[in-house]
């Protein structure tokens, strides 16, 4: 059974920095591409970086330059870097994989930047 929790939410100020993480459990973390979803209130759910088992990574045009995606293959960890935080950075952030053409999620955490 697929299981991700994520983790290092909080409230920030604009221009700070936070750290997620999302733990895996359930699939060879190493083979799958590991993405990270934000969705603020009243809009839909947008992709924010993925990286795939290798370390090739994507990201959205609103976060290039501010956000790393990364990960720990030992560990079955994703992470996501933020920094120079802004306020339109405010929403809940989810971990995702796609496994067997299913997308899995873990349960989000809260990220409001205040201005």
């Known amino acids: 059974q697929v299981h991700l929790v994520e983790s290092g939410g909080g409230l920030v100020q604009s221009g700070g920095s936070l750290r997620l993480a999302c733990t895996a459990s359930?699939?060879?973390?190493?083979?799958?591409?590991m993405n990270w979803y934000r969705q603020a209130t009243g809009k839909e759910r947008e992709l924010v970086a993925s990286?795939?088992?290798?370390?090739?990574?994507n990201y959205a045009d609103f976060v290039k330059g501010r956000f790393t995606i990364s990960r720990d293959n030992v560990r079955w960890r994703v992470f996501l870097q933020m920094n120079n935080l802004k306020p339109e950075d405010t929403a809940t952030y989810y971990c995702?994989?796609?496994?067997?053409?299913?997308?899995?999620g873990g349960q989000g955490t809260q990220v409001t930047v205040s201005s």
């Open positions: 995702n994989v796609r496994y067997r053409g299913l997308p899995y």
């Open positions: 359930g699939i060879n973390f190493r083979l799958f591409t």
């Open positions: 990286i795939t088992g290798s370390g090739s990574t």
